[in-house]
Each structure stands twice: as C-alpha cells, then as structure tokens.
C-alpha cells in the first residue's frame, strides 16, 4: 500500500463548478500538507500549505486537513478552464522529503 | 536566475549509455533536491543536498544513480548505464530552508530508447 492515496481521475467538471479533490494517507507523523498544481510539461507550483487539521483558504481555494481520519481535501471554486492541470496532494513529518500522491487530472470545459 | 532551471528539457538515449542531468538553483537556496516523476506515478525522492553536509542519497534507487553538488549550487544528477525503467521526467527543486517553500524546476523528460 502507497504512503499516500490520491485518485488518479480524470476528473471533467463545467466551467463554475465546484472540483473537489482529496489524498488520504497512512503516517500519522505528517504533520504538514501541500496541494501542489501541475501545468503539462511543468514542474510543480505549490497552491496551498496547511499545518495540521483545519481548513485554510486562499481565494477560490479551500484545503482541508482531518488528521484524525488521515484525510485532505482541496475544493476549488468556481471553476475556470486555466484551472485545468493535474493537481497533486504532498506531504511531511518533521523532515524535508515531501512524499506525494499520484496526482488528479481535472478538465474544466468552457 | 528567477526560478530553477533544468537541462536538459528533454533526453532521448539509447539502453546502456550514460547520461547527465542538469539543475541550476534559485540563488540563495541553500537546499537542493532531486525527484523522480513516473508516468502515472507520484513524485519520488531521490537525493537531498543542504548546504556544505553530507547529502541524502537514501531515495536513489541503485547504484547506477550518483549527484554532486558542486559550490553549493549547480547540481548533476548522473545515470549510469541507463535502463529502460529509468525513463521519467526528472525534476529538481531547491528552498530557501529545509523542508519549505519549494520550488520546482520544469524537469528533464529522460526517455531510454
């Protein structure tokens, strides 16, 4: 069993929906989580950096950290065709090796 | 320069050769990584460089991968031998601590013909 769960997808959603995205994992010493986005042929840019459980949101974008369940969550709001990319879930203990998930492909149609 | 930079974008060689990859980090970063991105595959560490101490090779999978890291900023990442299960996009990121704020370069697209 992987570190780190993500569903590959793809996911399809309309222009202004919501995209809910979600990582679960199984070493209860991460304590910090990323949600990184991933341009084809880009490397990836970090979106959001959560420390342990709550909610944190940045614009059109909420994470979401249930430590207890080992569960987290992006939703992106309002959707937009520049959203569509592939959306990877990442995180630490105490340390500096991210270990990530696979990674979601979102379509976001016009 | 103002974010990493990877050479080069991308790597077409034949099984059995060596190949070089190279990363240029933000300047001032002191810590420097390498991961590996398989096709369907989430990222995978490689090799964690920080500063004058002794690097983190525990992610290279065999003995065929080796990285330096010379003056504290550019870094090679070498195959030696290559196979065709190498072929990946190899990317590099440097922060400014250990740890946080990452940044990623674009990668190296290997493909092992």
């Known amino acids: 069993q992987k570190e780190v769960e993500q569903d590959p997808g793809p996911l399809s959603v309309p222009e202004g929906a919501i995209v809910s995205l979600n990582c679960t994992y199984s070493?209860?010493?991460?304590?910090?989580f990323m949600w990184y986005r991933q341009y084809s042929r880009k490397g990836p840019e970090l979106l959001m950096y959560?420390?342990?459980?709550g909610n944190k949101e940045d614009g059109r974008f909420t994470a979401q950290v249930d430590k207890s369940s080992k569960y987290i969550s992006l939703f992106i709001r309002d959707s937009q065709p520049s959203d569509s990319a592939t959306y990877l879930c990442?995180?630490?203990?105490?340390?500096?090796?991210?270990?990530f998930g696979a990674g979601t492909t979102v379509t976001v149609r016009a | 320069g103002a974010g990493v930079s990877q050479s080069p974008s991308n790597k077409v060689t034949e099984k059995g050769k060596d190949v070089e990859l190279r990363c240029d980090p933000i300047?001032?970063?002191?810590?420097l990584y390498w991961y590996r991105q398989s096709l369907g595959q989430g990222l995978e560490f490689l090799i964690y460089?920080?500063?004058?101490?002794?690097?983190?090779k525990s992610g290279l999978p065999s003995d065929r991968f080796s990285a330096e890291r010379t003056g504290g900023s550019v870094s090679t990442l070498t195959i030696q031998r290559t196979q065709q299960e190498d072929s990946a996009v190899y990317l590099c990121?440097?922060?400014?601590?250990?740890?946080?704020?990452?940044?990623f370069g674009s990668g190296t697209r290997l493909t092992v013909v």
């Open positions: 990121a440097s922060s400014p601590i250990a740890g946080d704020g990452y940044t």
């Open positions: 070493n209860s010493a991460f304590q910090y």
């Open positions: 959560t420390y342990s459980s």
């Open positions: 990442a995180m630490r203990g105490n340390d500096y090796k991210l270990s």
């Open positions: 300047s001032g970063h002191t810590a």
């Open positions: 460089f920080q500063g004058n101490s002794a690097p983190d």
